[in-house]
């Protein structure tokens, strides 16, 4: 038995970022198990870390005014928590809950900012990870649209939700989206 903690994880790892660059983050990371049924993540409640999933599984929704949007699952090898680290908003933007037992690598956002200054290399390569997954979630967006419960279409989000009727929260995934977009 190895006194590894993340030696069943390596594979995965070294696959999303390398095996040079695993030593700097995981130096600054933690391990961190779910419950099925776990909430991660509350939407617009404070956070200060970002998880990337090693094994299992885990659900995102947001809160639209009276309304639960499901937006899908989240898989081995994907992070959740990002987002308020970018938008220096510090809140989370939907609600995470484990579906399955899960294994997570938690990297607190103070952790992430000294690796940026300390290993820019390293930092680098994560942020293009994580740019990359963006692109592709926003791609997965403009494919299978959200309905709301009433099967109203929610493309992108409250986007398309007539402006008198939208809730607003600074700093959430559609402040991000729309930063993203060169939106105002």
Not at 18 to 32: F, H
Not at 52 to 71: F, K, P, Q, S
Not at 151 to 178: A, E, T
Request: charged share 25%; with cysteine.
């Amino acid at each position: 038995m190895s006194d590894d903690p993340w030696s069943e994880y390596r594979g995965l790892l070294a696959d999303l970022l390398g095996t040079d660059d695993l030593a700097p983050l995981l130096e600054r990371a933690e391990l961190q198990g779910v419950g099925a049924g776990e909430t991660l993540l509350k939407d617009s409640e404070p956070t200060d870390s970002m998880y990337l999933v090693l094994d299992g599984r885990l659900e995102v929704h947001v809160e639209l005014g009276e309304h639960t949007i499901r937006l899908g699952e989240i898989a081995s090898g994907n992070w959740v928590g990002e987002v308020a680290y970018y938008t220096h908003n510090d809140a989370a933007c939907s609600t995470v809950t484990a579906l399955a037992p899960s294994t997570l690598l938690r990297l607190r956002f103070a952790r992430y900012t000294e690796l940026i200054k300390s290993q820019a290399e390293v930092a680098c390569r994560l942020s293009h990870l994580l740019i990359a997954m963006q692109v592709q979630r926003l791609r997965a967006t403009v494919n299978d649209p959200v309905l709301d419960p009433e099967g109203r279409l929610l493309m992108l989000g409250d986007l398309s939700i007539p402006i008198d009727q939208q809730p607003h929260r600074h700093g959430g995934v559609l402040d991000f989206i729309r930063k993203l977009a060169g939106v105002r």
